[in-house]
DNA sequence: GTCTATAGACGGATAGAC
DNA sequence: GTCTATCCGTCTATAGAC
């Protein structure tokens, strides 16, 4: 089916430009012209600039779902299960440097702008949070999982801001290193450590 | 001068627009519809979108450096002084819910776009990383008080866009607490701790 | 008469929607 | 392809201070 495949290009090519420009900064001129369609054949396919927001929150939840399912199986144990999730931003680090991290962008974006999506885009962080907070439960921490799943994401969040806004991208990779021997042993380079006290 | 207070006017309402609803979709109608003066007296005191902006970034960096200096003055130990940045985020919760943080999205945002002022909204940053890794070369940690900076730093950018996103004020308000702590006695909450090694 | 602050109309470009 | 709205930026016109 040519019109199915055209639909999905249009929400690729959609999903990439509202992460690098921001959706209110994308047109459908913009989305138009990656697809090479007329923006006739355009409207064909989706009537508004929110019905295209929508479908690609709905395949970001579908994909990030499928991510954790991937991380569930791939993952021996629970902190290195843990620690796929802290590396999508060692994988991920030339766009994140570029263009931030997509979820917290678009969420930022549409909070900030009251969008009426912008709770369905919030969700993606809840679907993050929740798998860490079962991960975290296999690792025995039931009493506060969802405290430390809310630090790692927050964690996260913090260094792909500061890494992309500062160009420090050596500080990412370090943050990563840091964050997975937090998982893994819970060590930690605190200020004023106790054996000053 | 009258002219000197409209630009003022003009200047104040550009800021707060700019964080609100974020640079590129602040217009100058927006701005000149706040100060209550026509567009074309507008352009008699800037030339461009980019001139106010610029104005608006160096006015930041003034203010930021002037809170810096109340605080260096006010808090009675370097714990304490970097303390009231953490509060910041307390004392500015309103705000932060709605539209995040100022400094880390407007440098989001400019980064993004590959902006020509993105380095200048990002020595924002810079002016708070300096200013905190004094206070922790105080606090008798020369040896990493710039990482320590960092790390803060991102933890605070982390926490206010995690908070903004789902909407988590207690969040927020938990967090500044667990940083302080973090500052004070170096306590840490692991999710593994040391004496399950 | 000159300078400055203010106002408002105009134009080219581009947006979303049909 | 067209329509309307809005954007940024430039233009000219007016009013008052000196």
């Avoid at 991510?67 to 290195?80: C, R, Y």
């Avoid at 997975?180 to 006290?197: A, S, Y």
């Amino acid at each position: 089916m040519t019109g199915n495949s055209t639909r999905e290009r249009i929400i690729e090519v959609a999903d990439r430009l509202i992460y690098e420009r921001g959706y209110e900064h994308t047109s459908f001129a913009d989305i138009a012209a990656g697809v090479k369609i007329s923006r006739g054949n355009f409207y064909h396919h989706f009537k508004t600039k929110d019905e295209i927001l929508d479908t690609v929150i709905e395949r970001r939840l579908m994909t990030t779902r499928h991510l954790l399912d991937e991380w569930e199986m791939t993952g021996e144990t629970p902190a290195a299960r843990i620690c796929c999730f802290v590396r999508i931003l060692v994988t991920n680090r030339t766009k994140i440097m570029q263009f931030g991290c997509p979820v917290g962008t678009l969420a930022g974006e549409l909070t900030r702008l009251g969008h009426r999506s912008s709770t369905r885009a919030s969700a993606l962080f809840s679907l993050f949070r929740e798998w860490l907070c079962r991960q975290f439960e296999q690792l025995g921490r039931a009493e506060d999982a969802d405290e430390l799943a809310m630090e790692l994401l927050a964690w996260s969040q913090g260094v792909a801001t500061l890494a992309s806004a500062l160009r420090d991208e050596a500080f990412l990779e370090r943050e990563v290193e840091r964050m997975c021997e937090w998982v893994k042993t819970g060590k930690e380079n605190v200020p004023c450590g106790k054996e000053l006290d």
